[in-house]
């Protein structure tokens, strides 16, 4: 079956310091990836998204390479700042229900605090 | 309104009690989902409802009881639950048929069985 493996966290940076939460993927088909960040009390927010292989979705600062031939979606910011604490997930859509209600398959979430 | 509004944002609850959680999606999707957030535990799917069709039960417990009665609401109905069902309940809406299927998140329902 289709899964999503993400870096266990938590992490730890200082401002202004480089960021990469790395995520693998394992799927049957040609999937869609996606980020998401989540704030503390909060739902789910989509960060950013990519739909085929080498595509880079981008959004407030924030980059992900959809990497076919290493099946990775790893996410980077060049300068993070105290309000980019939040938990982020990757997860990818299910290529086998076409037209229909896709479910997404979530890694396990990567805790992200950011000191001033 | 605006996205997907989930009420209430906090319950407390016995075991023997029964109550509800509403979302309601303000998007024009077609589909909507309910998921189980439990500390240090990955995002549980529980239920996919499709152009308000049940299409998805991840063996889910029977205590738990979902409802669809249009394609922008979505309740779930508690019963006799456990202290082990305490979590944040969120639910999510998509536009099924659509390419790429992102789902928009609600600010989930956070859930206390005492």
């Known amino acids: 079956g289709n899964s999503v493996t993400q870096m266990e966290g938590p992490v730890t940076l200082s401002e202004e310091a480089f960021l990469t939460i790395n995520c693998t993927y394992t799927?049957?088909?040609?999937?869609?990836l996606f980020w998401y960040v989540q704030y503390p009390g909060e739902g789910l927010q989509l960060l950013l998204k990519?739909?085929?292989?080498?595509d880079k979705g981008s959004n407030k600062g924030f980059e992900a390479t959809y990497r076919k031939e290493t099946t990775s979606f790893h996410l980077e910011k060049g300068s993070v700042q105290v309000s980019d604490s939040a938990v982020y997930f990757c997860?990818?859509?299910?290529?086998?229900?076409?037209?229909?209600?896709?479910?997404?398959?979530f890694g396990s979430g990567t805790q992200l605090t950011v000191l001033p | 309104e605006t996205g997907v509004t989930q009420t209430p944002r906090h319950l407390v609850m016995g075991m023997t009690n029964k109550k509800s959680l509403k979302c309601e999606q303000h998007?024009?999707?077609?589909?909507m989902y309910w998921y189980k957030q439990s500390a240090k535990k990955p995002l549980e799917l529980m239920f996919v409802?499709?152009?308000?069709?049940?299409?998805e039960n991840n063996s889910v417990p029977s205590r738990f009881s979902p409802e669809c009665p249009n394609s922008s609401h979505l309740f779930l109905h508690l019963h006799t639950l456990q202290p082990e069902d305490s979590a944040l309940y969120l639910c999510?809406?998509?536009?099924?048929?659509?390419?790429?299927?992102?789902?928009?998140f609600g600010p989930g329902t956070r859930l206390t069985v005492t």
């Open positions: 999510a809406s998509s536009q099924a048929g659509r390419d790429h299927y992102e789902q928009y």
């Open positions: 799927a049957t088909g040609y999937p869609s």
């Open positions: 990519a739909t085929k292989a080498d």
């Open positions: 997860a990818l859509s299910d290529p086998l229900y076409s037209g229909s209600a896709r479910q997404l398959t």
């Open positions: 998007l024009g999707h077609n589909a």
């Open positions: 409802y499709n152009f308000k069709e049940q299409t």
